[in-house]
């Protein structure tokens, strides 16, 4: 290879590097982009960081942005609109790499009407919960944006959890102090940051790095709906495709032992509000529970006669979200190509990574469990469907190859219902055939599976107890819409105790939506009665629309057509027809 060739080469590779940290600015990225500075010839990276910056804001259509470094970190802010005159700006960050050789810290910028920066801090917080830094982190922009004699201020941040938390922080006892500190201007909005890195990939000029181009969104909205949602998806090349699901271990589970490190060893459930006499379902059980019977979706009472000696403690999803969503940066640093298929797992196709697919899948491992002390069970195949089922064979901390050679000997003797797809009712269907092993659903005729099944879902069925799965990883959802639903923890026929929990949950679909900057045009309410059986009463608006004036009315609307006959055990509401308020016409 010639020098220029070299030369060439290098330079692609750094601005990979560059346009991964400014994309999705994670601390590995970031140290990344410092070795070359220092161990490469790069005396302009700082310029070419602008300069590239400036490329993926024109790119992005960004109508401001901004490129500043902190320390050994570069920040890239692109923003949907120009900030309002009088108004400060701000950012800030959890969960920065405060120093040169440190870890975990918090960090934020201040800027001015004008733009120019006039505050910037970061320093460590190694013994905060992540929830707990971005609440610091904001506490810290807050105090300086007030010394700089900031008015107004509108502060930005990526973490959603905190967004959510101050939209509700009457009911949040660790926000005291921010809302303390909120009092000191004429007005203060927090904001989650526009994610204009996650439009189409068409958008971006494709050169020859594999990064070069617009990340996905990898976070979908809470309680938002996949079906029937617009999407991006990764072409599918079946020759030499390699994808690996990426599971953590008993996620919720894990977390709390990091909190309760005197729990190790003992049985522990998560789930409700921690209390198994309550109305509940378990949400995740350590491995320990789990050798008793204990599963995810077991009620909680069930789930005390299965193992009464256990741990129980309520979920705390705000810390979890947060936890997960450093995951997922991480996850994102090493392909775009990734879809989110949940809080605790994910899709990645490393089809364009050069390396085996192990060494691949190791450093995930090892980069999770130093940034978190999480460890994740991996499974490496050539389909989602396979790689689903690879990453439980070998739980917890597996890493398991699942071929094609490899489904007759280590998939046919399964059980039937650890095929990915086959719930409760289909397994109860499928052993009214005679059906028990995914070897035995394999080698059953199709006639007879449609039969049963119809044409659709019965084909899928064999081709997937086959291991035959051609479905595209799916990198950004628009959802369709959005729910919310409680449950009482005691069977109530009182009107107005309904009507108030209806109109909570509606406040808290409205303010997510708004965070969101959808638009909703239909609105369902669901009631389940103390006998299970369930009645939904739905409105469409005049216009789609994200004001809680004419959606609280909607809501009330379909109340009113209930019959209160019976005692009610559970309540929902939904806001459908989902547009974006900047697609929508007249918005």
């Not at 298929?341 to 089809?351: K, M, N, P, R, V």
């Not at 280590?410 to 070897?439: C, D, F, S």
């Amino acid at each position: 290879m010639t020098s220029a060739q070299n030369r060439q080469r290098r330079t692609r590779h750094v601005n990979d590097v560059i346009d991964r940290a400014l994309l999705q600015p994670t601390d590995a990225q970031l140290r990344e982009a410092v070795r070359l500075r220092t161990t490469t010839s790069v005396p302009d990276l700082a310029e070419r960081v602008r300069r590239r910056g400036a490329l993926l804001a024109r790119r992005q259509r960004a109508q401001r942005v901004e490129i500043q470094r902190a320390r050994d970190d570069f920040i890239l802010a692109l923003y949907a609109d120009a900030t309002p005159a009088g108004w400060h700006t701000a950012w800030c960050d959890g969960s920065v790499a405060a120093e040169r050789r440190a870890g975990a810290g918090i960090g934020g910028l201040v800027m001015d009407p004008e733009g120019r920066i006039v505050a910037q801090l970061a320093r460590r917080v190694p013994d905060l919960a992540p929830f707990e830094a971005e609440i610091a982190a904001l506490a810290e922009t807050l105090r300086a944006a007030r010394a700089q004699g900031a008015q107004r201020l509108r502060v930005y941040t990526d973490c959603d959890a905190l967004v959510r938390a101050w939209q509700r922080r009457r009911d949040d006892p660790r926000l005291q102090a921010i809302a303390t500190l909120a009092k000191g201007f004429r007005r203060m909005e927090l904001r989650a940051l526009p994610r204009l890195h996650n439009q189409p990939a068409h958008r971006l000029a494709k050169t020859g790095a594999p990064h070069e181009r617009a990340r996905a969104d990898i976070e979908p909205a809470d309680g938002a709906e996949r079906a029937g949602g617009a999407g991006r998806v990764v072409p599918v090349d079946p020759a030499g495709r390699r994808i690996l699901h990426v599971d953590m271990d008993a996620f919720f589970a894990a977390i709390e032992l990091q909190r309760h490190p005197e729990l190790s060893g003992r049985p522990l459930i998560i789930g409700g509000r921690g209390d198994p006499r309550e109305r509940g379902v378990v949400s995740t059980a350590s491995y320990e529970a789990r050798r008793f019977g204990v599963y995810s979706g077991m009620p909680l009472r069930t789930a005390l006669r299965r193992c009464p000696q256990a741990v129980f403690l309520p979920v705390d999803y705000e810390t979890y979200a947060a936890v997960s969503a450093r995951i997922k940066r991480i996850l994102a640093a090493f392909t775009p190509n990734l879809e989110d298929a949940g809080i605790d797992e994910a899709f990645l196709d490393i089809s364009a990574i050069p390396g085996p697919a192990e060494d691949v899948a190791r450093a995930i491992k090892q980069r999770i469990r130093e940034d978190t002390g999480l460890t994740c069970s991996v499974g490496i195949a050539p389909n989602k469907l396979l790689a689903k089922m690879a990453s439980d064979l070998e739980k917890p901390d597996g890493l398991t190859i699942l071929g094609e050679g490899d489904i007759k000997k280590r998939l046919w003797p399964l059980p039937v219902r650890k095929l990915w797809g086959v719930g409760p009712k289909t397994e109860q269907r499928l052993a009214g055939l005679g059906i028990a092993t995914i070897g035995q659903l394999a080698q059953t005729p199709a006639a007879a599976l449609v039969a049963q099944f119809g044409p659709a879902h019965g084909r899928t069925l064999r081709q997937s107890a086959r291991g035959i799965d051609d479905s595209p990883l799916i990198t950004h959802w628009e959802p369709k819409s959005l729910g919310r639903e409680t449950t009482f923890q005691r069977d109530t026929g009182d009107w107005t105790r309904i009507r108030a929990a209806l109109l909570a949950l509606t406040r808290e679909l409205v303010a997510h939506m708004q965070t969101e900057r959808y638009l909703a045009r239909n609105v369902t309410v669901k009631l389940r009665f103390a006998d299970f059986d369930t009645h939904t009463h739905a409105v469409t608006l005049a216009a789609a629309t994200d004001d809680p004036e004419p959606v609280t009315h909607a809501v009330l609307q379909c109340l009113k057509r209930f019959a209160l006959i019976k005692k009610v055990r559970l309540i929902g509401v939904r806001l459908g027809g989902l547009t974006h308020a900047e697609a929508a016409p007249n918005v």
